[in-house]
């Protein structure tokens, strides 16, 4: 007796001959999409990595500017505080009058160390306070001030005070207008 194998299972499928033509288109159809499925996710991936330098890029700019901005912040803080101080400066200096005059009237009459005070007043006036050794010295100081008001480089000149010291010396107090 033979023995026959008992198979129930076929090993070889027998198609028919348009199934078989269609798994061939169906196999070149799924290499096909393979490799589309590759080129999309590799230009995915390239796009992406474009994007993201470019991000850098754009994060990194923008760094630079906020620097930028925040520098020019300080400088424009500056700038306006220096103009309100120049408009301080430029009102200020309608209203000052120099002092020059003066103390140039001022030392034709006595120079330190016999012109102990000075001192300016409303109206142009100028206070001073000299001291001298002897009588005489004040007696010159005296004819200098009468000499200055001719002259009309003072006007009004008033002696305040006079005060002669046990020691011999004079303490004498001026006021008077300068003439500009």
């Known amino acids: 007796m033979e023995k026959n194998p008992i198979n129930l ?68 803080a500056m700038l306006l505080a220096l103009r309100s101080r120049v408009t301080s400066l430029k009102k200020i200096m309608l209203f000052q009058v120099s002092i020059a005059p003066y103390i140039d009237t001022t030392l034709l009459i006595a120079a330190p160390p016999r012109l102990t005070s000075f001192s300016l007043g409303d109206g142009n006036s100028v206070h001073i306070a000299i001291e001298t050794k002897t009588l005489e010295e004040a007696i010159t100081i005296v004819k200098t001030v009468l000499r200055l008001t001719n002259e009309n480089k003072i006007k009004n000149s008033t002696i305040t005070s006079i005060i002669l010291n046990k020691d011999g010396t004079v303490t004498m107090g001026f006021m008077y207008i300068t003439v500009l």
Do not use: C, H, W
């Open 9 to 76: 299972f076929q090993s070889q499928v027998s198609y028919s001959p348009v199934l078989s033509m269609a798994e061939r288109y169906l196999r070149t159809a799924r290499y096909i999409l393979l490799f589309i499925l590759m080129g999309v996710g590799v230009a995915t991936l390239s796009v992406f990595f474009v994007l993201r330098l470019q991000q850098q890029s754009l994060d990194t700019q923008r760094k630079t500017l906020f620097a930028s901005v925040s520098e020019n912040m300080t400088k424009e």
